[in-house]
T-cell receptor, first 113, second 110 residues
């Protein structure tokens, strides 16, 4: 596709369940970012990949959160034992290189009930 | 710790009015970026300012980087309903990560 694609667009899950959120970056983009955004707030940084490796995972809030990018393209954000406080829009972005414009997907709205 | 504070947090104005929103920090940045985010969409880059004191114009939007490269402002002339959205400033770290400010939610009333 032409842009960053995130699936699913909406996810409702029960407290305690495991969820996976997928991000398909723009083809050829080496940098990939995950953010979490609460209503009316700026995106909160979670993790940043350069290629297959996590260049900075300091934003992951706790060990329930994990992200992978095994082939340097698609990335999956994994949340274990979900809590109601995890409810937010999860945004993914990619850029061609580390210092070029970042393009965002439309996000996945996660609701934990 | 929030490195980029934006003000005001919320702003509601009539169409045709002018407005300014601010992005402030105690840190010095090599550059700052401004994004606009519409409901249900991801942020979209508007501009990057690099030089202290730099002014960039994008149609009715004027962006300024502070002389000390610690702050930036966005001025909109003759606001239109299409300007409604969340305005975000952001900076890149030394490790080339991208961090965002707290955001200003602008509503332009017809």
């Amino acid at each position: 596709g032409a842009g960053v694609s995130q699936t699913p667009s909406n996810k409702v899950t029960e407290k305690g369940k495991y969820v996976e959120l997928r991000c398909d970056p723009i083809s050829g983009h080496t940098a990939l970012y995950w953010y979490r955004q609460s209503l009316g707030q700026g995106p909160e940084f979670l993790i940043y990949f350069q290629g297959t490796g996590a260049a900075d995972d300091s934003g992951l809030p706790n060990d329930r959160f994990f992200a992978v990018r095994p082939e340097g393209s698609v990335s999956t954000l994994k949340i274990q034992r979900t809590e109601r406080g995890d409810s937010a829009v999860y945004l993914c972005a990619s850029s061609r290189q580390w210092n070029t414009e970042a393009f965002f997907g439309q996000g996945t709205r996660l609701t934990v009930v | 710790t929030q490195l980029l504070e934006q003000s005001p947090q919320f702003l509601s104005i009539q169409e045709g009015e002018n407005l300014t929103v601010y992005c402030n920090s105690s840190s010095v940045f090599s550059s700052l970026q401004w994004y606009r985010q519409e409901p249900g969409e991801g942020p979209v880059l508007l501009v990057t300012v690099v030089t202290g004191g730099e002014v960039k114009k994008l149609k009715r939007l004027t962006f300024q980087f502070g002389d000390a490269r610690k702050d930036s402002s966005l001025h909109i002339t003759a606001a239109q309903t299409g300007d409604t959205g969340l305005y975000l400033c952001a900076f890149r770290t030394g490790a080339n990560n991208l961090f965002f400010g707290t955001g200003t939610r602008l509503t332009v009333i017809p």
